[in-house]
């Protein structure tokens, strides 16, 4: 009788082992649209995942955000070293965000909530078609946005005798765009140039010496 109530017992306990299955993290949370202060929708969020002891990223789950900004995935909790969160849409700021193995946990929902903005524009048109070889323009951003691969460096730049020159800088929809120039030699000036940068559009700024 023993024996039967101990087969029973084990046979029990391997029928509930067999059903839990592997750890599991859920790895949740909401992208919003700062520059609109609403939810971010229809963007592509992607995790990947870079194994112990390795160089390599790969790619395991993908989803779209959906009318509320919100993703969730679930997936095994596997020998991983750190996971990448990125978030992808048209004419937005991507995000990629690093999440820790070592900060997730099984017992609970993992929630990461972040947040990107809109693309815009500044577009500068610098002129000097009369300039000699001693005329200097000298330009530094004040405002703007600097923390992205597209971005315009920083710093001073210089534009040196005759100028015909069009170029892009990328900034955050509706902030400002501004800095401060000064010419010198055969036609002299200086001031300030400030724009707001209207999202997924292009707004001017011209510079004539």
């Excluded at 501004?178 to 030699?185: E, I, L, Q, R, V």
Aim: with cysteine.
């Amino acid at each position: 009788m023993k024996k039967v109530a101990l087969l029973a017992v084990l046979s029990l306990f391997l029928i509930t082992a067999c059903k839990k299955g592997p750890a599991e993290f859920v790895l949740k949370g909401t992208i919003t649209d700062a520059t609109f202060n609403a939810s971010l929708t229809n963007a592509t969020v992607k995790l990947y995942a870079t194994g112990a002891g390795s160089s390599v990223t790969n790619e395991i789950a993908s989803t779209t955000l959906d009318s509320e900004g919100n993703y969730q995935f679930t997936f095994e909790r596997e020998k991983v070293e750190t996971y990448y969160l990125e978030v992808v849409k048209e004419n937005y700021f991507d995000l990629y965000e690093t999440i820790p193995f070592s900060d997730l946990t099984i017992e609970d929902d993992n929630v990461y909530d972040f947040s990107t903005t809109a693309k815009g524009w500044v577009r500068f048109n610098i002129s000097h078609p009369g300039g000699v070889p001693g005329d200097v323009l000298e330009y530094i951003r004040e405002e703007g946005k600097i923390d992205c691969a597209e971005c315009c460096p920083g710093g001073y730049r210089y534009f040196y005798g005759a100028v015909d020159s069009t170029f892009y800088c990328v900034n955050d929809g509706n902030a400002a765009y501004s800095g401060y120039y000064w010419a010198t030699g055969s036609s002299g000036g200086s001031g300030p140039v400030w724009v707001q940068t209207p999202p997924f559009d292009t707004v001017d700024i011209y510079i004539s010496y």
